[in-house]
């Protein structure tokens, strides 16, 4: 019994032994091949050839410093191939280099191991031309050229297994289709992974969220992949429309449609000024407006009805950021100041809004990650632009401003009309005081003009 393990053990070490010696490789035409002929003696001679050992030989290094390319094995490898102490690159493979590369390792003048790389061809193709309407039919096929007993699947943008069948894959192509789809050969537990992009009209995969403020303009990023799309296949288009759901109602508005086939464009909904370009110009479906209002706020969708019935949509959540003073902008030092920064609505996660003060404030090093900011007295020194940040981790996302112009208590102007008000009333004061003196005088000398006798005597019976 013990026996008959050792048996067992020397023969999976045979096996694995012999098994390393020989290396398949599935390989594309264009593609770059690296082949590795690692554990080299210490006085290692290393030759490389086509077919067999003694095929064209390729190329041969040496622990003498020799490195060379055979010259004479023609220009479908000379001009491919390079050369390292312990590998041979083959670059942009051409239908003739696909076959066997034999490589021999000799120690001295013995041989110490023989490697053998079957290079096998691999074709991943694809029947329709890009891009791909949405709803039309998506055919891929990956073909491995050999007899070998392998397994060829496909992996999805997403990362799942398609419905394998014998390496193609023929479905309705959706959005979700766009992407770098993976042809996957397996062989003898080992995996060589092909990737293939596929090209799906879609919108492009930006945030949802678009952010702006009061001070900022609006624009509204509708785009498609790929853009050339629009340039190619403007006929594929039954109509595209824009719609408008506000963030006070959950009433949807019209705001503009169009439709290739007579090239006409309907504005439904003025009042919003929202522009709109010639799509067809760089695949772009965006609205802008030259300065974002608190009534922008609120939820887009555009939408694309293709002729074979598939509509694309994609819907934008547009928030606009305002700073709301109360009881203003224009305040005296020692009032009481309440700043908002709002867009109307809860914030997405991760976003958060951070005060940047002028930096003559008292606040400028104070960490301000509130919407809602209080100074219970403002002072000069708070006067200047106050910024109000919408921040995802470190990259800002929009910011709005608003100018704050503090007073002092007594202004100079307010110096200057008291002083003028107390100069006023002590002109008044010395002008009544003049006036008072000058009818006194008057009136004296009103009494003397009178009384001229010097003992006048009273009129009437009196005594002597």
């Known amino acids: 019994m013990k026996n008959l393990l050792q048996f067992f053990v020397c023969l999976i070490i045979v096996l694995e032994a012999n098994g390393a010696d020989d290396k398949v490789i599935y390989v594309r035409v264009g593609d770059k091949v690296e082949l590795y002929s690692s554990q080299l003696p210490t006085s290692y001679y290393v030759r490389w050839f086509f077919e067999r050992e003694d095929g064209p030989e390729l190329a041969d290094t040496s622990y003498l410093g020799r490195k060379q390319v055979n010259q004479d094995s023609g220009e479908i490898w000379t001009s491919r191939l390079s050369i390292s102490t312990n590998s041979l690159t083959i670059n942009n493979m051409r239908e003739e280099n696909f076959g066997t590369i034999v490589c021999m390792v000799k120690d001295g003048t013995t041989e110490y191991k023989k490697l053998k790389f079957h290079l096998i061809k691999v074709i991943v193709s694809m029947k329709e031309q890009l891009p791909v309407i949405p709803g039309h ?24 297994k398609a419905t394998p069948f014998q390496g193609s894959v023929t479905k309705t192509a959706e959005s979700q289709d766009n992407g770098e789809w993976e042809c996957v050969v397996k062989d003898n537990g080992e995996e060589s992974r092909f990737k293939f992009p596929v090209s799906v009209v879609d919108f492009s995969s930006a945030s949802k969220y678009v952010y702006t403020s009061t001070n900022l303009p609006l624009s509204i990023p509708f785009r498609i992949t790929p853009k050339e799309f629009v340039q190619k296949i403007p006929s594929e288009i039954e109509t595209v429309e824009w719609l408008f759901t506000p963030i006070t109602s959950s009433s949807q508005q019209t705001i503009f449609s169009f439709s290739p086939k007579n090239g006409q464009l309907k504005q439904k909904d003025p009042a919003r000024e929202l522009s709109y370009k010639n799509f067809t110009a760089d695949g772009s479906f965006s609205l802008h407006k030259n300065l974002a209002k608190v009534e922008d706020r609120g939820t887009y969708n555009c939408s694309i009805t293709f002729k074979n019935g598939y509509m694309l949509s994609r819907t934008l959540v547009i928030e606009v950021l305002e700073i709301t003073p109360s009881p203003g902008t224009e305040l005296i030092s020692g009032h009481h100041l309440n700043l908002s920064c709002s867009t109307g609505g809860p914030l997405e996660t991760g976003v958060t809004v951070k005060w940047v003060p002028p930096e003559t404030s008292s606040l400028v090093k104070a960490d301000l990650l509130s919407g809602h900011l209080i100074i219970p007295r403002v002072g000069t020194e708070d006067s200047g632009k106050w910024r109000c940040d919408l921040r995802r981790n470190t990259t800002t996302l929009t910011s709005a401003v608003i100018t704050l112009k503090i007073d002092p208590i007594l202004t100079v102007w307010m110096i200057v009309t008291i002083c003028a008000a107390g100069v006023i009333l002590i002109l008044l004061l010395v002008l009544a005081f003049i006036l008072f003196r000058r009818r006194q005088h008057k009136m004296r000398q009103l009494r003397h003009r009178l009384c001229k006798c010097k003992n006048p005597k009273p009129k009437g019976f009196y005594k002597a």
């Open 137 to 160: 039919s998506l055919s891929l096929n990956c073909k491995a050229e050999t007899q070998r007993k392998r397994s060829v699947y496909w992996l999805k943008p997403t990362g799942n």
